[in-house]
């Protein structure tokens, strides 16, 4: 069963920094594909980054560029998001997913999002 379970979410102060695990399980970790996505309160879900065998970073909102940072521990089958620089418009549910392409970055819709994990909560207070 390919599982996903996100962790190190939690509340810090406007500036801090934060890093989120994403551990996987039930597939092969080296030939995937997995973003990040976040979903804050009245907004729609958005993909952040994305890691993979063939791309990465197919995804780089300009207000993001330079403060959020994707990478991986193939060993552990993790995957890494390093938040700095958080604002309290960075507050939201962050989500990893596996693509169904197995292994390229190729993102148009939530369709092609095979599984999701169960999300965690960042909260950033001003």
């Known amino acids: 069963e390919v599982q996903l379970v996100e962790s190190g979410g939690g509340l810090v102060q406007a500036g801090e920094s934060l890093r989120l695990s994403c551990a996987s399980s039930?597939?092969?970790?080296?030939?995937?594909?997995i973003v990040w996505f976040r979903q804050a309160p009245g907004k729609e879900r958005e993909p952040i980054s994305c890691?993979?065998?063939?791309?990465?970073?197919?995804y780089s909102p300009d207000s993001l560029k330079g403060r959020f940072t994707i990478s991986s521990d193939n060993a552990e089958n993790t995957v890494y998001l390093q938040l700095n620089s958080l604002k309290p418009e960075d507050t939201a549910v962050y989500y990893c997913?596996?693509?169904?392409?197995?292994?390229?970055?190729?993102?148009?819709?939530?369709?092609?999002?095979?599984?999701w994990g169960q999300g965690t909560l960042v909260t950033v207070s001003a």
């Open positions: 997913a596996v693509l169904d392409s197995w292994g390229s970055c190729d993102y148009e819709d939530e369709s092609d999002v095979e599984v």
């Open positions: 890691i993979s065998s063939s791309d990465g970073g197919l």
């Open positions: 039930g597939f092969s970790f080296d030939d995937s594909a």
